[in-house]
């Protein structure tokens, strides 16, 4: 600690408003964060839940956005703390420091209800990166009065350092260079959900993850510009990597979770893209869960459609379509991965695509079936086990490596030759599911797949 300036220090230790976590123990806010926590854009956290429908499998996921935010805010700290540290150190200033915690805090400001199902709804909704944005961007927004004015630092760069993928937008190197921070194979935003969510789930995975071990490791890899580890982290990452695939396999791709999530995205794209909707993309913005719950609901009984009503009301009140044909990414005709990667960039098409397999079925089989009775899921296909990472030995090498090792080196770990290719070919997988009509469920696994090879015209 000697060696970081004291104008920075000041930002990075445990002083201010204490809050219990259960997690970190303790969570510090200074008066300028504590000042953007009380916003009624932060304040909206307590009300977007972290992990969506999860809760219709594990009913103790009910824990917000608003104290995975701060628990970020909190562990990015001890970050810059290692980062400074390191020989050689980061190299930063009091205004980095400041927007780079400023950015650590309001990275999930602009949430939709529901989390992330909203935006795989792309032709309809932006990611959650963009809309943080155009709230901090917001010059009527109380979180860009703070900013500005309190902790006296730039709105822009704390947006790029949250939007930095935005190619809409040029972003300088200085805050690209926060953004690998906060976002990588080892950041605090993915160590505080997994070890959060693992928590409220009540699944033990994130248990074996030594923490404070791992905060221990960091170090700051000169040549990369990047967050690095030393040797004595490597188990430590090995068991947060491993928790991060068990919660996909276990928790986030649950089939009953997926479930939740498409009749929810197509209620909400049935009712949007109607020409007679009077919601606006607009109205999705700024509200909680249960305001937009009963903003569809308004808008689906209004609306002459028993079937829409059906499963709108059926998610809710989890009365959950069933599994009809699961497609792995390892099976021989991969012509299937092309198929689904196509109707994952454009939700359009994927609707269209339910709606001919609906009526498709409802003509073989010889009765009424609606035309979402048949919904296709489709997992994040940027979502993947990612392992770019060096480690960091100094004088306990190994003989006749040179130091650094990347992690996935076998001098290092074997995990990622075993995790990747599990993780894509057992949790990523594709899902057809149906109404809970036994003779439905029946003929879909056992002709879904010819009739997705052809033309839905020419099915028989």
């Excluded at 201010?16 to 259960?22: E, F, T």
């Excluded at 956290?45 to 608003?66: C, E, K, M, N, T």
């Amino acid at each position: 600690m000697k060696s970081i300036d004291p104008s920075i220090r000041v930002w990075l230790e445990d002083r201010g408003k204490a809050i219990r976590d259960p997690i970190w123990e303790y969570i510090y806010l200074s008066k300028g964060f504590e000042a953007l926590v009380d916003t009624e854009d932060f304040q909206r956290l307590r009300r977007i839940s972290q992990l969506g429908h999860v809760s219709w499998v594990y009913p103790g996921a009910r824990h917000s956005r608003f104290e995975h935010s701060m628990g970020v805010h909190h562990l990015s700290k001890k970050f810059l703390l290692k980062l400074l540290e390191s020989e050689p150190p980061l190299a930063i200033s009091e205004d980095d420091v400041k927007v780079f915690l400023t950015a650590s805090l309001l990275h999930d400001i602009g949430h939709y209800p529901f989390s992330h199902v909203l935006e795989e709804l792309g032709d309809l909704f932006i990611h959650h990166e963009e809309r943080g944005r155009r709230i901090i961007m917001d010059s009527t927004s109380e979180i860009h009065d703070v900013i500005r004015n309190t902790l006296e630092i730039d709105p822009v760069r704390v947006a790029n350092v949250i939007d930095a993928d935005n190619p809409k937008f040029p972003i300088p190197a200085e805050d690209r260079l926060l953004n690998k921070i906060i976002s990588g194979t080892l950041d605090p935003d993915k160590i505080d959900y997994l070890l959060r969510d693992s928590l409220y789930c009540g699944v033990p995975f994130g248990l074996s993850v030594n923490k404070w071990q791992l905060i221990d490791s960091i170090t700051f890899d000169a040549t990369r510009q990047r967050l690095a580890i030393t040797h004595k982290g490597i188990s430590s990452i090995e068991s947060l990597i491993f928790t991060n695939y068990l919660m996909y396999r276990n928790v986030y791709w649950h089939h009953g979770v997926r479930a939740a999530v498409s009749m929810f995205k197509r209620a909400v794209w049935e009712t949007v893209a109607h020409p007679d909707c009077t919601l606006r993309v607009e109205d999705f913005e700024r509200i909680d869960e249960f305001q937009l719950v009963e903003l569809l609901r308004r808008e689906i009984r209004n609306r002459d459609d028993p079937h829409l009503h059906r499963l709108f009301e059926d998610m809710l009140r989890r009365r959950l379509y069933k599994v009809g044909r699961i497609f792995y990414s390892h099976e021989k005709d991969t012509s299937f991965v092309k198929l689904f990667h196509e109707l994952y960039k454009h939700p359009g098409k994927r609707f269209e695509t339910e709606t001919g397999l609906s009526k498709i079925f409802a003509k073989r089989l010889g009765k009424e079936i609606p035309d979402n009775a048949v919904l296709i899921d489709i997992p994040s296909f940027s979502k993947s086990l990612e392992i770019d990472l060096k480690v960091f030995y100094g004088d306990h090498a190994p003989e006749g490596c040179e130091d650094p090792l990347a992690f996935d080196d076998w001098h290092v770990t074997r995990l990622k030759e075993y995790l990747v290719d599990n993780f894509e070919e057992h949790a990523k997988v594709f899902r057809i599911f149906c109404l809970d009509d036994e003779g439905l469920r029946m003929d879909l696994k056992d002709n879904v797949k010819k009739m997705l090879s052809q033309p839905l015209s020419a099915a028989p």
